[in-house]
């Protein structure tokens, strides 16, 4: 809604005034008569809106009015009917100048935020030694995501709460905008009432007894003033209809008027909700996702420290298994193996019977020796004789 505009309408009256041959000055604005919803027959019009003092204010004015006056019936209601066109044209401006597309796309935005933290993003680090650091790192990343996630939607709402504020206000000028729509009804209520009972007091008095005296006079001048009062009582009548249609104006511009401000409302409650309900909500569940995050990296890092240990025990107790059992049977086993002895035995023995063979072989070549020895040796002593006895 445009402010300048919105504050040259809310100078104008709110409070129903009836001027004839002079534009309406304003006045202070009131607080607004209770609407009254009771209906009338379709052929008369409702004044059952104004108070007591408005329709003793309608009476009174009904003598104001001179038919005769030719500039005061062109501007008859027409001040109203001015004030009631710049009005609709700043209804037009509130309208036009809404761009609740711009709320739709922050409230958007704020749903692509969360979805863009993610907390269960898997890391490409794998092994138990790389454990440690890819939660770190995992954690990090995270933290960095959420902060610019916060920071994200923090900007947008901000910019939501100004909006807000924004709406708030239209709502509140929107109130004042609809009292003085009201007052512009019952102000055209009031000049069409007047005129009307006016019209019907010239038609039915001041117009008869002038054709009354037309017909008795017979002048023409008589016959011509009254037609002319009848002429002026038809142009009356035409400008009471146009007030009619301004007052049917007002009329139906008041729901359209109450329409713009429930959806004013309605999105200023919706910002409302994101900002104090969503907004919080959605960080208390990525502080959540966090905290989920932390607790399965720290089960995930438990289960793998577990894995690791429980393997390493088994390797250990089949080590001590294979050591145990090796041991035990080595402690078993004597200083010696009886196949060592029995092997060792037999080696004694054949030994000794080689050398028991060896030496009954040696005995006997010894014997051997000996006889031939002795038999070389008498060869010996027998040539020795015979060559001496040859020499002498």
Same mark, same amino acid.
């Given at each position: 809604m445009d402010t300048e505009l919105k504050e040259d309408v809310l100078?104008?009256?709110?409070?129903?005034?009836? %001027?004839?041959? *002079? =534009?309406?000055?304003?006045? *202070?604005?009131?607080?607004?008569?209770? %609407?009254?919803?009771?209906? =009338?027959?379709?052929? %008369?019009?409702? !004044?059952?809106?104004?108070?007591?003092? #408005?329709? &003793?204010?309608? !009476?009174?004015?009904? #003598?104001?009015?001179?038919?005769? +006056?030719? &500039?005061?019936?062109?501007?008859?209601?027409?001040?109203?009917?001015?004030?009631?066109?710049?009005?609709?044209?700043?209804?037009?401006?509130?309208?036009? @100048?809404?761009?609740?597309?711009?709320? @739709? !796309?922050?409230?958007?935005?704020?749903?692509?935020?969360?979805?863009?933290? !993610? =907390?269960? #993003?898997?890391?490409? +680090?794998?092994?138990?030694?790389?454990?440690?650091?890819?939660?770190?790192?995992?954690?990090? =990343?995270?933290?960095?995501?959420?902060?610019?996630? #916060?920071?994200s939607v923090n900007n947008i709402s901000n910019a939501l709460e100004g909006h807000q504020i924004v709406l708030l206000k239209d709502v509140a000028m929107l109130d004042k905008m609809y009292d003085m729509n009201l007052s512009y009804y019952k102000e055209l209520t009031m000049y069409i009432l007047a005129g009307k009972k006016k019209l019907e007091k010239t038609r039915n008095h001041e117009l008869v007894e002038m054709r009354t005296k037309a017909q008795t006079s017979g002048l023409a001048e008589d016959a011509q003033a009254a037609r002319d009062l009848d002429e002026l009582c038809n142009r009356f009548e035409k400008k009471l209809h146009d007030l009619d249609l301004t007052r049917t104006i007002a009329m139906q511009t008041a729901p359209q008027i109450r329409l713009i401000q429930n959806n004013d409302t309605q999105m200023a409650e919706k910002i409302q909700s994101t900002i104090v309900n969503t907004i919080p909500l959605w960080k208390n569940q990525m502080v959540i996702a966090l905290g989920v995050n932390h607790s399965l990296q720290a089960a995930q890092a438990q289960r793998e420290v577990t894995d690791a240990t429980n393997e390493l025990l088994k390797k250990n107790s089949e080590m001590l298994k294979t050591a145990t059992i090796e041991t035990a049977r080595e402690n078993e086993r004597g200083v010696v193996d009886m196949e060592t002895l029995k092997t060792t035995n037999a080696n004694l023995i054949s030994t000794l019977d080689e050398v028991m063979k060896i030496q009954q072989e040696g005995r006997q070549a010894r014997a051997q020796a000996e006889t031939e020895l002795r038999t070389m040796e008498n060869e010996l002593k027998n040539k020795l004789l015979t060559s001496s006895a040859a020499l002498n």
């Open positions: 100078t104008m009256t709110s409070t129903p005034t009836l %001027e004839f041959g *002079e =534009a309406p000055k304003p006045k *202070e604005v009131p607080a607004p008569a209770p %609407e009254v919803t009771s209906a =009338a027959p379709a052929s %008369e019009m409702d !004044d059952s809106m104004l108070s007591q003092e #408005e329709k &003793q204010l309608v !009476d009174s004015f009904v #003598e104001k009015i001179d038919l005769h +006056n030719t &500039q005061g019936i062109l501007e008859y209601g027409a001040g109203t009917q001015k004030k009631m066109a710049d009005f609709s044209q700043s209804t037009l401006e509130n309208v036009r @100048g809404k761009d609740m597309g711009e709320i @739709g !796309d922050l409230l958007a935005s704020v749903v692509t935020e969360v979805k863009s933290f !993610d =907390a269960t #993003e898997e890391d490409s +680090n794998k092994g138990f030694f790389g454990l440690f650091k890819k939660t770190s790192n995992k954690i990090t =990343a995270l933290k960095v995501k959420y902060d610019k996630a #916060e920071v």
